[in-house]
Every structure is written in structure tokens, then in C-alpha cells.
């Protein structure tokens, strides 16, 4: 019985770190958030140009967010 429980805990415990097939690197995974985060700043870059009322009212909002906001 306890033998039974213990085969249990063991199937359910986390894989090391080792067992893993391929482990990123921290650099891989800071490179590939700065390319995501550089794609996303383009893209609300250039909806801003083709939608100018609409980013300036986020704006808007966002300032008087801020101005509400407590420190």
C-alpha cells in the first residue's frame, strides 16, 4: 500500500531541469522578449499613425488615469 502512494508521488513530481529535452538559455529567452516587445511598440507605433483620433483619446484617458492615481 505505502509502496503504491510513494509510485504515485513520484509520477507526479516535477521533471528536473535535466530530464528536460531542451533548456533555453536565459539570453535566449531575454532575446527573444526584446524582439516581441520591439515588434509590439512597431505595431501600436503604426496604429497610432493610421488611427489618430482613437490614439489620441488613449491618450487622453491615460493622462487623466494618471492624474487620479495615487501615490
Known sequence: M?????????QSA????????ETETEAERR???A???RELHEAKALR?????RRARA?????VMRM???RW
Open 48 to 52: 497610432d499613425r493610421v488611427q489618430p
Open 14 to 21: 516535477p521533471r528536473d531541469a535535466q530530464d528536460a529535452p
Open 35 to 37: 524582439h516581441f516587445l
Open 67 to 69: 492624474r487620479t492615481f
Open 31 to 33: 532575446r527573444r522578449r
Open 2 to 10: 505505502a509502496d503504491g502512494k510513494q509510485q504515485k508521488r513520484d
Open 58 to 62: 488613449a491618450r487622453m484617458r491615460h
